[in-house]
């Protein structure tokens, strides 16, 4: 089939294969989805929108969206979360560069069955060797042939003790321990596999993968073209004969040229309920999604400083924020409440309603903020003397409407912060220094999975946990979910860490930002998932005008 | 006229290398550089890299020594190699440099033919209704922000037609029409604020002229208004008109921001802002080089014309 399930014994891509592959995807499109209702048809270009010009084409270096979105339909990975299935899973893994997988050793290596006769846009063949070169970059292992100038997901593969090529076509990663995560991670968009043959500084200026497209040119701060790749090794894929991406850097005229028609599709990741609303109310036949990022907002409290090494004065601080005030007033109703992992229904993860309730902030506002100014009083603060904080955001109107909004919230309970706008090209080595008091963040997650949240965000001596929380207690509880095979037992688990980290403030989640996508009719077989990540490959679009 | 064009000369280059050390060192103070932009998308900063980086960008180095080098490299032609794109700087900057002259071209000349007439009207006929509606105009013009007419003026568009210019840059020899309609609307919203400028500027100019003694003889002698206006009272109204066009179009060239912006054109301003974001040191330093030099040229032409305007003026 086009894009496989683990497990499968077919060898090559025969003929029958091909035709089999066809139908299935098809049957898989219609019957899963119900979104395409005709035969697909090929050609067309896709006007796709870029909010501003990534900061390379270096998937494996950068860590935006601005990124990711237009350069996955370059690239394959191993394995790919499907098109076609609107929430990510395991059950929704299917196979890219590999035509099957299987898991041995009791967890601890994931074996991995490649396609033959892949070509990369060069020309030159695609190997095991490639994808033992491309993660053993990324993981930054001793001795890898090449380095990043910086790896954002070296965190991801950190318990990948080494990646083996028994032959061409076979690739095993051992692990220290067992992961059934790996395989959402390499599902990511962020986890494409790279050419061995080409030095990883020169994709940051060039693509050269093995995916359905080409790239034809790219115009710094205009657009970057995409063009149909012939020798996919798909056949029959991909339908469109290219994408342009469009880079437009005011939201304004991003909006302005989709209701005219001068782009298709809408730029992944704008959060903006009221605009795109607006524009289906002006044009009644748009298309408009509504979904999840993956992206969550939160306050962080600087565990460096004394003052939050009591527990009272952080309770006080989570209760003081009223979550559902967050949701009209920070994101004007586009978003959802959660704790540490997207909830439901988007994700998978996230805590039942009846356990987000329990949760600091989440109940009567009124009686939020009496229990947070006792704790204040226990912890010595109260009129007379009352506690002075600053709030550290990025300099730009979101940011700062947002931590205005933490201010107000705080002032009710007796706290005076003050702000702090920081600008943006600085804000994550200001967060790194740990050179702030409270700041108000947001995290984009890859894919819907703890392993790629827990470790990265809440793991003692992570670069990215800002906050610097370290429990080592927790730092067991995120090692056992991570090994943990049977499903419902890891979901406990992970229920039970997500609402530890939220009653002791290690990141307090103010909400999870929802998306409000648009397209014309005309855009097929282009489904956002629950992470604007993942879901970029374009292989299956087609355009029916 | 030699002695003062080599006299100009002397204050141009002294004044692009004290622009040169400006710029260099408003640079260096502004917190961060290009590797914490770097680091900034991957959402941390690994201090031993971010040494290694800057050790390789020779970002390292004493000030002095990176200022020399980036002198010498002037000198040289060699514009260096754009930190962010990893190219060079003149690769990415030369695309963009005709769309703002373009684009700062056209706004002056809707400027010029909106304000220069409107100002004329608007003096001839002083303290009459037409005088106050040009007034009124200019005024609301001035107030009006060019980049807010240019989002107003895609909403219209978009709301009105269904339709806006193309988002991506037509090239003139690809499709004139398309290029001519891409550069009409943001013109139009840059042209009309400076167009304010100039009618105010016109019309004081004017009045003040047509209070001469040679008028009142021009009308004396029974010529026409218009003959006294247009060939008399407006050529040496003109030279305060003259300094503000030369003003205004050295400042459009690299206040075109927001305009580029709003109508996605490619152009240096645009462009500019974004390398100061990224501390793109290579590109903001030869972009700003660059402005300068426009600013020096615009001025040295509008003082050129005066002398053709007003053969009283003379060169020494």
Request: net charge positive.
């Amino acid at each position: 089939m086009s894009m496989q399930r683990g497990g499968s014994r077919s060898g090559g891509f025969s003929a029958f294969g091909g035709r089999l592959a066809i139908l299935l995807t098809l049957i898989i499109a219609f019957g899963g989805t119900g979104w395409a209702a005709s035969t697909p048809k090929y050609g067309g270009v896709l006007t796709a929108t870029e909010s501003d010009t990534p900061p390379s084409l270096s998937i494996h270096e950068e860590a935006t969206i601005a990124t990711v979105w237009p350069m996955m339909p370059c690239y394959n990975n191993l394995v790919l979360f499907d098109p076609f299935k609107k929430q990510e899973n395991v059950g929704t893994v299917i196979g890219e560069l590999a035509e099957r997988w299987e898991w041995r050793d009791g967890g601890k290596a994931l074996l991995f069955h490649l396609r033959r006769g892949v070509k990369w846009h060069d020309g030159q063949p695609f190997s095991s060797t490639d994808v033992k070169f491309t993660f053993d970059v990324v993981r930054e292992a001793p001795g890898a042939p090449a380095k990043l100038r910086v790896s954002p997901r070296k965190l991801w593969y950190e318990n990948v003790a080494s990646i083996e090529t028994p032959d061409a076509e076979t690739v095993i990663f051992h692990l220290k321990r067992p992961q059934p995560s790996l395989i959402l991670m390499l599902a990511a968009g962020y986890s494409p596999v790279y050419p061995a043959h080409v030095p990883p500084a020169e994709l940051r200026t060039k693509c050269l993968g093995t995916g359905p497209f080409k790239l034809k040119e790219y115009r710094q701060g205009e657009y970057i073209d995409l063009v149909k790749n012939p020798d996919y090794f798909i056949k029959g894929r991909p339908y469109l004969d290219g994408i342009r991406y469009v880079i437009i850097r005011e939201r304004g005229t991003r909006y302005a040229g989709i209701q005219a028609g001068r782009q298709d599709v809408a730029y992944p990741l704008e959060i903006a309920k009221t605009i795109a609303e607006s524009v289906k109310k002006a044009v009644p036949g748009m298309v408009l999604v509504e979904t999840s990022t993956n992206l969550n907002d939160n306050l962080l409290l600087n565990f460096r400083r004394p003052i939050f090494e009591d527990a009272r004065i952080r309770r006080a601080i989570n209760l003081a924020i009223d979550r559902k005030g967050y949701v009209q007033a920070g994101r004007q109703g586009a978003a959802v409440l959660g704790g540490v992992m997207l909830p439901k229904p988007y994700g998978v993860w996230g805590l039942s309603e009846k356990e987000l309730g329990k949760l600091p902030g989440m109940g009567d506002p009124a009686k939020n903020k009496e229990e947070a100014r006792q704790l204040l009083a226990q912890a010595g603060y109260g009129p007379g003397k009352p506690l002075k904080l600053s709030v550290s955001t990025r300099a730009s109107s979101f940011y700062v409407d947002l931590a205005s909004f933490i201010i107000d919230q705080l002032k009710q309970v007796g706290i005076e912060a003050t702000l702090e706008q920081v600008e943006t090209g600085i804000w994550h080595a200001k967060l790194t220094r740990r050179d702030y008091e409270m700041a108000v963040n947001n995290t984009g997650l890859g894919p819907d999975d703890p392993d790629a949240n827990l470790y990265e965000n809440f793991k003692c001596g992570s670069p990215r946990n800002y906050s610097d929380y370290c429990n080592p207690e927790v730092d067991r509880l995120i090692d056992e979910q991570s090994q943990t095979p049977d499903f419902a037992k890891r979901l406990r688990l992970v229920h039970d860490l997500d609402t530890r980290l939220q009653l002791e403030g290690a990141r307090i989640i103010l909400g999870w930002a929802k998306e409000y996508y648009l397209m014309w009719p005309y855009v097929k077989n282009l489904i956002p998932h629950q992470s604007v990540y993942n879901y970029g490959r374009m292989q299956e679009v087609w355009l029916d005008r | 006229m030699r002695t003062y064009v080599l006299t100009r000369v002397a204050i141009a280059v002294l004044t692009l290398l004290g622009m040169s050390v400006v710029i260099f060192v408003l640079l260096r103070i502004a917190p961060g550089d290009v590797v914490d932009m770097i680091f900034a998308s991957a959402g941390y900063v690994d201090p031993a890299a971010k040494t290694e980086i800057q050790r390789e960008l020779g970002l390292d180095r004493p000030i002095t020594v990176q200022y020399a080098r980036w002198l010498g490299e002037i000198l040289r032609g060699d514009l260096g190699k754009s930190y962010r794109y990893d190219i060079p700087a003149w690769q990415v900057v030369r695309p963009r440099i005709p769309i703002t002259v373009e684009l700062a071209i056209l706004a002056m000349l809707v400027a010029s033919l909106i304000g220069i007439p409107a100002g004329v009207v608007s003096a001839v006929r002083q303290d009459r209704w037409m005088d106050y509606v040009m007034r009124i105009l200019s005024l609301a013009g001035l107030s009006m922000p060019s980049f807010w007419l240019g989002m107003v003026i895609i909403l219209l568009l978009v709301w009105g037609l269904g339709w806006i210019p193309a988002l991506t840059y037509v090239s003139p020899f690809q499709d004139l029409k398309a290029h001519l309609l891409q550069f009409l609307f943001p013109a139009l919203a840059v042209g009309s604020r400076s167009s304010a400028l100039i009618m105010r500027i016109t019309r004081s100019s004017l009045l003040e002229v047509m209070r001469e003694d040679y008028i009142r003889t021009a009308y004396a002698k029974g010529q026409r208004e218009r003959v006294v206006v247009w060939r008399h009272a407006l050529k040496n109204a003109f030279l305060p008109v003259l300094t503000v066009l030369g003003i205004e179009f050295a400042f459009l060239i690299g206040g075109l921001v927001v305009t580029e912006t709003v109508f996605n054109l490619p152009g240096v301003a645009r462009f500019l802002v974004e390398a100061i974001l990224w501390r793109d040191y290579p590109v903001v330093q030869n972009l700003v080089m660059f402005i300068a030099v426009v600013v020096i040229l615009a001025n040295f032409a509008v003082d050129v014309l005066y002398g053709w305007l007003d053969p009283r003026v003379r060169y020494g």
